[in-house]
């Protein structure tokens, strides 16, 4: 299996402008995380997906930033517009909800850095 | 609100146990004790979880108290490639999984 893929693995972009990043989670696994690393607040869960539907966003920051799961192989987290405080290195992991071993599986990230 | 206290940071000698100890007071019955490590500009990996029973596998093995107020990760034979942040997580069994991490220990592996 490949793992949890994600792109781009960098992203250098200027305020103001749309971002999107992609994740393609481990086939067959129903939950889809997404996270948040800084220095300074270390890893953030933003939100959280399972089969397809939004369970708990409480993560996401604030309405610039949106996720959305279109079919079980495929999620996007979008910020709109991206500030310099976004940058980042943004995760996406997957899970088999059905074990409920609490074994994520970790993506390689997203480096994000906003001008 | 974090749920465990970990040390900030442990030195080890290659080829020597690393033990990296974690507390977690208030955990719940239904809680469990997971753990994770972070390499350097990797994705987090995970290494091992149980409940009340004491567990091994390829990777480590972890020790829990008999109260569960607190736990030991035990990487027997470190080696450099151990190197890395490692984050000690309680959560509970509902199939969301939702894992929470705090600052973890950063364990340097010495030659």
């Known amino acids: 299996d490949a793992g949890v893929i994600q792109s781009p693995r960098h992203e250098v972009t200027e305020m103001g402008q749309e971002v999107t990043l992609r994740c393609k989670p481990i086939?067959?696994?129903?939950?889809l995380f997404w996270y948040r690393q800084t220095m300074m607040r270390g890893l953030e869960l933003l939100i959280y997906f399972n089969n397809n539907v939004p369970i708990d966003d409480s993560g996401m920051p604030e309405d610039r930033f949106s996720a959305k799961m279109p079919n079980a192989s495929f999620s996007t987290l979008k910020i709109q517009p991206s500030e310099p405080r976004d940058s980042a290195v943004y995760f996406c992991?997957?899970?088999?909800?059905?074990?409920?071993?609490?074994?994520?599986?970790f993506g390689e990230g997203s480096r994000l850095t906003v001008l | 609100d974090a749920k465990t206290t970990q040390p900030p940071s442990m030195d080890c000698a290659e080829g020597r146990a690393a033990n990296l100890p974690c507390n977690h007071s208030t955990i719940s019955g239904n809680e469990y004790v997971y753990w994770y490590r972070q390499i350097h500009s990797q994705g987090p990996q995970y290494i091992i979880h149980?409940?009340?029973n004491n567990e091994t596998n390829e990777m480590a093995s972890l020790i829990i108290t008999e109260d569960r107020k607190s736990s030991t990760l035990i990487l027997p034979h470190a080696t450099l490639r151990d190197t890395a942040v490692y984050y000690c997580?309680?959560?509970?069994?509902?199939?969301?999984?939702?894992?929470?991490f705090g600052g973890g220990t950063r364990l340097m592996v010495k030659p």
């Open positions: 997580i309680v959560s509970g069994p509902n199939a969301g999984n939702m894992l929470t």
């Open positions: 086939s067959g696994h129903n939950s």
């Open positions: 149980g409940l009340k």
């Open positions: 992991a997957s899970s088999d909800g059905q074990g409920r071993t609490g074994e994520l599986f």
